[in-house]
């Protein structure tokens, strides 16, 4: 089955700096990437999605980039604030169902 | 906040013991995906149902059952716990459009299983 691989585990930046976050994933039929940011004690939000038919999504200060051939993709976050602070999970999922693969979180701090 | 709803949102229970948990989906949607979040991990996908029926099962045992009802809510059911079923328990909808792909799945805020 499918298998995502998520880094780094922790990430501490100053608050206006860039955080970048990188998940590989095992099954080349995988087609659909979400991000999710989960705050402590709350649900998984999505923050962002991308298809593979489309190598780069931006909104607002969020941009996940994909690179099928390499099977790797990344969360980008510019001009971090304190509020970007959780644990961000990638996942992966192929054909029409999104069954997602999650990948293990990368806890986030932004330092004011 | 999405319009999925669980409950109960806390529950203790003993080893061997059964637990059913609930999930209401957002408005619209016909599909409800459940996922186990142990501490510090990812979730990890238990199931999902499409219009009552099973519709894809991850690495989980036979003890792990559920439905889906006409109105789209969901149970999930967990027999003769174990230990390592203490975990938070999340449900997510989405809609899948006929012949489509399913759209963005929006997650409940989850029930919190304690299994002593």
């Known amino acids: 089955g499918e298998n995502v691989e998520q880094h780094p585990s922790t990430l501490s930046v100053q608050e206006g700096d860039s955080a970048v976050i990188k998940c590989t994933y095992s099954?080349?039929?995988?087609?659909?990437f979400p991000w999710y940011k989960q705050e402590l004690g709350k649900r998984p939000q999505l923050i962002i999605d991308i298809r593979s038919n489309v190598g780069e999504k931006k909104d607002q200060r969020i941009a996940v980039t994909l690179n099928k051939t390499a099977k790797h993709f990344s969360l980008h976050i510019t001009e971090t604030q304190p509020e970007d602070s959780a644990v961000y999970f990638c996942?992966?999922?192929?054909?029409?169902?999104?069954?997602?693969?999650f990948g293990s979180g990368t806890q986030l701090t932004v330092l004011p | 906040e999405t319009g999925v709803t669980q409950s109960p949102t806390h529950l203790i229970k003993t080893r061997g013991q059964q637990v059913t948990l609930r999930c209401s989906s957002q408005?619209?949607?016909?599909?409800v995906s459940w996922y186990q979040q142990a501490l510090g991990q990812g979730p990890q996908f238990i199931f999902q149902?499409?219009?009552?029926?099973?519709?894809g099962r991850g690495n989980f045992p036979p003890r792990f059952s559920g439905l889906q009802f006409p109105n789209y809510s969901s149970e999930l059911n967990v027999n003769a716990l174990e230990l390592d079923d203490s975990a938070l328990y999340l449900c997510?909808?989405?809609?899948?459009?006929?012949?489509?792909?399913?759209?963005?799945?929006?997650f409940g805020p989850g029930t919190r299983l304690l299994v002593l």
């Open positions: 149902y499409y219009r009552e029926e099973e519709n």
């Open positions: 099954d080349s039929a995988s087609n659909y």
């Open positions: 997510a909808s989405s809609l899948a459009p006929s012949g489509g792909a399913r759209e963005t799945q929006y």
């Open positions: 996942a992966a999922a192929k054909g029409s169902a999104r069954q997602l693969t």
């Open positions: 408005s619209g949607h016909n599909t």
